[in-house]
């Protein structure tokens, strides 16, 4: 009777381990390693044609002090833009759809702490510490960045 005790003890430990292995592994894939409790259950999704007409000509905005997104972004893996066509001022609907794909790998719907919205945001307002292309806002409060937030949070119906 011991024995039988013992090794159903033992089963037991070992399915409990087997499960603690298998959990990590069982949540859904996320967004630059931000987890999925960061992504509030609100439905909130990402929005094609606001991409295009409000978020995209942020990507390719002049800034004071700053290059432009498109600038590093052609050539960045983590949030890759594609090139404009010579002579053109803005990307075409395949383009498009493509910087939609790029851009949303960096976004967890619904979450303020979407890598978009904190990665070239000032440390100070709530950013992370670097990005290589500097910091294009100083304040939550800037329009841009209020668009941003807009996208990531599916507000845009406004």
Same mark, same amino acid.
């Given at each position: 009777m011991k024995y039988r005790s013992v090794s159903r003890s033992v089963a037991g430990a070992l399915g409990v381990a087997a499960l603690c292995l298998t959990l990590p592994l069982a949540r859904p894939a996320t967004v630059m390693g931000q987890r999925s409790e960061s992504s509030p259950s609100s439905g909130a999704s990402l929005d094609y044609a606001f991409f295009k007409a409000r978020v995209q000509p942020i990507l390719l905005a002049q800034r004071p002090g700053h290059a432009r997104c498109i600038s590093c972004h052609k050539h960045n893996n983590q949030m890759r833009l594609q090139p404009l066509s010579p002579g053109s001022a803005a990307?075409?609907?395949?383009?498009?759809?493509?910087?939609?794909?790029?851009?949303?790998?960096?976004?967890? &719907?619904?979450?303020?702490?979407?890598?978009?919205?904190?990665? &070239?945001?000032?440390?100070?307002?709530?950013?992370?510490?670097?990005?290589?292309?500097?910091?294009?806002?100083?304040?939550?409060?800037e329009a841009e960045w209020q668009t941003l937030k807009a996208w990531v949070l599916g507000q845009t119906s406004k």
């Open positions: 990307w075409n609907e395949d383009e498009s759809r493509k910087n939609f794909e790029s851009v949303g790998r960096l976004v967890v &719907p619904g979450s303020l702490k979407s890598r978009l919205l904190v990665h &070239p945001l000032a440390e100070v307002a709530g950013g992370d510490f670097y990005h290589s292309g500097g910091k294009h806002w100083t304040s939550q409060s």
